[in-house]
């Protein structure tokens, strides 16, 4: 009884993973980015409350975050910012364009760690919570803040 219940709970981790991974990749209706927007995860960690940035933007956290923006970020949002990165041009949604998104007063420094964190769920904007550590991910908040054009 035990392992046939595990069983079946195996199987359907098995047949669903490809499923999700799919969604992701499949570019299917148009999303309204606003619509879209409403339904993100804003302060799911915190209960409301947003993290706030402990590090200071400093030459050398902009150094560490644009490495690592280019290790992990690029192929999406491109080299700007600017969501066209080779891997984000089939997405939908596109990769956020970061030049525009990172407009001081849209967002907040502990938002933007939320996304990178947790991803943003029925896109293809990874978690980078296991990935990269608190440290790398604040990092990256301060260096995308300086891809803004106003
Ligand atoms: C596989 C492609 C991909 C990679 C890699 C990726 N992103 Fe994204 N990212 C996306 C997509 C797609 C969205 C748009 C989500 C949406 O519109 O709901 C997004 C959204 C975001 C947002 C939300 C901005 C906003 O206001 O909508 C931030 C911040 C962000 N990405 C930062 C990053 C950072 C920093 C990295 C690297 C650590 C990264 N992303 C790597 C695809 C990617």
Known sequence: MQLSLRR???????VC??????????????VDHSQHMMTMPADSATNGELPDNPIPTSDDSLATGALLYEQNCLVCHGPQGRGDGPAGLALNPPPAD????TEPGVHLD???YLWISEGVPGSAMPAFETLLTE????????YIRSLYQP
């Open 8 to 14: 079946a709970i195996q199987m359907s981790i098995l």
């Open 17 to 30: 993973l490809p499923v999700l991974a799919g969604c992701a990749e499949t570019p299917a209706a148009t």
């Open 98 to 101: 970061l030049s525009i998104h």
């Open 110 to 112: 502990g938002q933007l």
């Open 135 to 142: 440290d790398e991910r604040w990092h990256l908040v301060n």
